[in-house]
T-cell receptor, first 110, second 114 residues
Framework: SAVISQKPSRDICQRGTSLTIQCQVD?????MFWYRQQPGQSLTLIAT?????????ESGFVIDKFPISRPNLTFSTLTVSNMSPEDSSIYLC???????FGPGTRLLVL | GENVEQHPSTLSVQEGDSAVIKCTYS??????FPWYKQELGKGPQLIID?????GEKKDQRIAVTLNKTAKHFSLHITETQPEDSAVYFC?????????????FGKGTKLSVIP
């Protein structure tokens, strides 16, 4: 199984600012995925990140709000831009298949 | 697209009893069904999965059953322990053919009462 780490584990941010979340995998993977889990809710896919190409975003998520980088086969970043309180969520990095998830980044926007 | 329904949303059982969580899916092409356990403050942990060529799979106290005709699958936990208390999510996916969509149910909060 893949071991996934994320940084930071949690953060409290002011509205209007941006936060970049890092995801590191212990093995090379072609595809990495970013999910959002709003408080008490299930997981929703934000985007799929392939190394060497543009990320593919799901309906309701746009690149200007959630820019993603994928510089190599073991690392990816997700930026949450111009944050508002509605962005308060857990952000999770994942690899497939099977799907394994990182520990998550707990974001609170004030 | 795929839709996964999960029931119940909350479940309380006495320690030592069994717990059953049920999910239904809509897309008959789905062929991979994982279950995740999420403890407070942690990411989802894959605990068991089943593919559509198998009807049942067991791993110690955990088992999953799949009924392809009815398009439902279930998680069974026997001899529950307090450490089984967590939120459990079912999910469905189509493996192969370049598809990487994983659709989740809404989750079941399991409480095991000592």
């Amino acid at each position: 199984s893949a071991v996934i780490s994320q940084k930071p584990s949690r953060d409290i941010c002011q509205r209007g600012t941006s936060l970049t979340i890092q995801c590191q995998v212990d093995s090379q993977v072609t595809m990495m995925f970013w999910y959002r889990q709003q408080p008490g809710q299930s997981l929703t896919l934000i985007a799929t990140a392939n190394q060497g190409s543009e990320a593919t975003y799901e309906s309701g998520f746009v690149i200007d709000k959630f820019p993603i980088s994928r510089p190599n086969l073991t690392f990816s970043t997700l930026t949450v831009s111009n944050m508002s309180p509605e962005d308060s969520s857990i952000y999770l990095c994942s690899v497939a298949t099977p799907w394994y998830f990182g520990p998550g980044t707990r974001l609170l926007v004030l | 697209g795929e839709n996964v329904e999960q029931h119940p949303s909350t479940l309380s059982v006495q320690e030592g009893d069994s717990a059953v969580i049920k999910c239904t899916y809509s897309d008959s092409a789905s062929n991979y069904f994982p279950w995740y356990k999420q403890e407070l403050g942690k990411g989802p942990q894959l605990i068991i999965d089943i593919r559509s060529n198998v009807g049942e799979k067991k791993d110690q106290r955990i088992a999953v059953t799949l009924n392809k005709t009815a398009k439902h699958f279930s998680l069974h936990i026997t001899e529950t322990q307090p450490e089984d208390s967590a939120v459990y999510f079912c999910a469905a996916s189509i493996e192969g053919a370049g598809s990487y969509q994983l659709t989740f149910g809404k989750g079941t909060k399991l409480s095991v009462i000592p």
